[in-house]
């Protein structure tokens, strides 16, 4: 359904991206944000489902900067390797690719924004930092709680797992009481990725329904 492209963030630098447009009438875009994984199998999945939906969804591939075309599964070595990685994160690059990825959708009318993981805490970000978006969800974004104090521009929406070996329930807790106005979700038993059905950690009714109310906050936003 999709296709592979070229985006070129602000500052010159050229990143790799997927892209996937609706067959019918176009409810607007998202920018769709990768876990630690890459744009890989899931994050396209993500962004076909979109479109599928009604969304011209972009992926941009914010790992380009520090190792081209990276795409990981989800064994324990892949999540070790991409681990490796997280050093090399810089938040300010992240925006200016996330922000390379809006303008190339932003055409088609109102525009949103959707991690997962990384992806996650950079949507919350994005919300924060960038012009131009009517609407943020984040799935279990661990750094979260560490900009908490930043305010966002658009409605935010927030999923958590209450087993999240990474994201404690006083981080969900400090992120409810310094962001009051967004909606934030947790989802009984379920762990770190639960809405990715490649984890281990794949739970269907959490999945379920974190994307029913995503769906939900998008139809309400996103005009």
Known sequence: MGKQFTLTAGDKHQLGAYRADPQGAVKGGMVVVQEIFGVN????????????????????????????????????????????????????????????????????????????????????????????????????????????????KCPVQMHFGEKDAGIPLTDVETIKQKQPQAEIYVYKDAQHGFHCDERASFQKEASALAWKRSMEFLAKHMK
């Open 41 to 152: 199998h899931h994050i396209r999945a993500v962004c076909d489902r979109l479109a599928a939906l009604g969304y011209a969804a972009v992926a941009p591939a914010v790992f380009d900067r520090f190792v081209r075309n990276f795409e990981s599964g989800y064994t324990p070595d892949e999540i070790a390797h991409a681990r490796s990685y997280l050093g090399n994160l810089n938040w300010d690059a992240a925006m200016q690719d996330v922000d390379a990825a809006l303008g190339d959708i932003k055409a088609v009318g109102p525009c949103g924004i959707i991690g997962f993981c990384f992806g996650g805490s950079v949507s919350f970000l994005a919300a924060c930092r960038l012009n131009g978006l009517k609407a943020s969800i984040c799935y279990y974004g661990g750094m979260i709680a560490k900009f908490a104090e930043e305010k966002p």
